[in-house]
């Protein structure tokens, strides 16, 4: 067996961590670094936190604010002109998975110019761009230590996945301060994306050995916590686990890739605007139902982990909790389906095979235990709506 493992040089947890990031930043012989953020994390003043430590390590920062939801090819302009104003000589990625896949994509536009088109999946990066240190905001996304963006296509609506190590962060602090603003909606949809990271990096046909260590340990964690932290956003030690899950399982999907429901999830944002997180636990159970058979020890090993079987279960009734689970859990903490969420059938049906060639064209699901055909994402596209 051959793999490689990548991720980034410097990993930094710990409450307060952020405060230190001028620090961080000066051991990458970097000076002039752009804050990349939203608009709300400057009026939250955590932004100004960021800037205030830089400014005390002496560095001469700049705030771009202008990060949407779900970025696109367009959004990414004023990003790349706002760090040539600056002469930016590095990126602090601030937020959640958007403003980190954002400043990942502007890194390597300011290097390497052109379009995001042109660097999509199955394109690899490889090639140089400008450093940056990734601070996430929310327990989810794992983009903090992931060799992926994910750029719609303004002109095609379509969601591009980017790979390559060209994307990958030099460091990430990930400080439990920044999560304890998060509210249940957002504690839930992350939480569930951190574990459909993890369980699709354990399943993926990619998955090696370090990936295994990494997924297990974020599924451990995640299973004993992420109730907590929903129930209870003041609970510390739920909220530093969570991220720290996040974190691993993040480090897992990098290294293996993932699967079937983040090639389905992608369009539903590009379409329709829902977050990735919320978009991954609408389709996770339906499509894990659809997938267990295909590897039912390894979903068995998941569902073990997890803390919803035993040793003394056979692998079959394993995974088929590790099914029930999902689907409890979806109730439990209200995903709401596609039709409880406003879209309209008709609509949703009018673009089922749209979703479903540009799921496929991700390339992800070709790395799930059971391959689908474009049929068969219809009619999970179908399934999942009510």
Not at 91 to 111: N, Q
Not at 178 to 192: E, H, K, Q, V, W
Request: proline fraction near 6%; glycine fraction near 8%.
């Amino acid at each position: 067996m051959s793999f490689d493992i990548n991720t980034p040089p410097v990993l930094r947890f710990g409450a307060g961590s952020v405060d230190t990031i001028g620090e961080l930043l000066a051991t990458m012989g970097a000076a002039r670094p752009l804050v990349v953020t939203d608009a709300f994390l400057v009026g939250a003043g955590v932004a100004a936190r960021v800037t205030d430590a830089l400014a005390a390590a002496g560095a001469q920062a700049a705030v771009f604010d202008g990060t949407i939801p779900d970025p696109t090819t367009d959004s990414l302009e004023a990003g790349v002109a706002a760090i040539r104003a600056h002469g930016a000589d590095s990126l602090v990625a601030l937020g959640g998975g958007s403003p980190i896949d954002t400043a990942k994509a502007l890194a390597v536009l300011a290097e390497r110019g052109g379009h995001m088109r042109e660097l999509k999946a199955p394109f690899r990066f490889a090639g140089p761009a400008l450093p940056v240190i990734a601070v996430p905001t929310t327990a989810g996304t794992g983009s903090e230590v992931t060799q992926f963006t994910i750029i719609t296509d303004s002109e095609t609506n379509e969601k591009m996945l980017c790979a390559g190590p060209g994307y990958l962060p030099k460091a990430a602090v990930i400080d439990v301060d920044l999560t304890l603003s998060m509210p249940p909606r957002l504690t839930a949809d992350t939480g569930i994306d951190a574990l459909t990271h993890a369980i699709e990096a354990f399943v993926s046909r990619k998955a090696n050995p370090v990936s295994d260590t990494y997924a297990l340990a974020a599924i451990s964690r995640i299973g004993r916590y992420l109730r907590r932290a929903y129930s209870d956003g003041g609970d510390l030690e739920a909220r530093e686990e969570m991220m720290l899950a996040a974190t691993l399982a993040g480090l897992a999907f990098s290294n293996a890739s993932v699967a079937l429901v983040h090639g389905m999830s992608r369009p539903l944002g590009a379409h329709f605007h829902i977050a990735h997180g919320m978009a991954n636990a609408m389709l996770f159970a339906e499509i894990t139902a659809f997938s267990v058979d295909h590897a039912t020890e390894r979903y068995a090993t998941c569902a073990r982990t997890l803390g919803v079987a035993s040793d003394t279960d056979t692998d079959a009734a394993a995974a088929a909790a590790l099914v029930a689970e999902l689907r409890a859990l979806a109730v439990e903490v209200e995903v709401p389906t596609p039709a409880t969420r406003g879209i309209e059938r008709e609509l949703w049906e009018e673009l089922v095979p749209v979703m479903a060639q540009q799921a496929l064209a991700s390339g992800s699901p070709a790395n799930n235990p059971r391959v689908p055909t474009a049929e068969q994402v219809e009619q999970l596209y179908h399934a999942v709506y009510a």
